[in-house]
């Protein structure tokens, strides 16, 4: 089990940047992925991001060449890179721990640690 602690939410214009952060505590090591959900007002949860332990990386058709995560294993952290921001990308952004792969069709139920989210508003 590991803590997560996001943190670098905020307010930006359309076409502005922000980068998020993701500080895990625990076994962070073991966990194979790491991954960015994002949930918009009256919307579900989705998945935006992920991470493996090995880097490999897969995105939303919605974030793809605007959004990069990163994982860096020897400071326990994650962050997503947001560039390009449009209003439709406001949303509350977790993020998420788990030690099996995290597809779209991963259970959130079944995802083992979350962070407790960080707002992230796009003004047009």
């Known amino acids: 089990q590991v803590q997560l602690v996001e943190s670098g939410g905020g307010l930006v214009q359309a076409g502005g940047s922000l980068r998020l952060s993701c500080a895990a505590s625990?076994?962070?090591?073991?966990?194979?992925?790491m991954g960015w959900y994002r949930q918009a007002p009256g919307n579900k949860r989705e998945l935006v991001a992920v991470v493996t332990s090995g880097g490999s990386t897969n995105y939303a058709d919605s974030v793809k060449g605007r959004f990069t995560i990163s994982r860096d294993n020897a400071k326990n952290t994650v962050y997503l890179q947001m560039n390009s921001l449009k209003p439709e990308d406001t949303a509350v952004y977790y993020c998420a721990a788990h030690r099996d792969p995290i597809r779209i069709e991963t259970p959130q139920s079944l995802i083992d640690s979350w962070g407790q989210g960080t707002q992230v508003t796009v003004s047009s």
């Open positions: 625990g076994s962070f090591v073991s966990m194979n992925a």
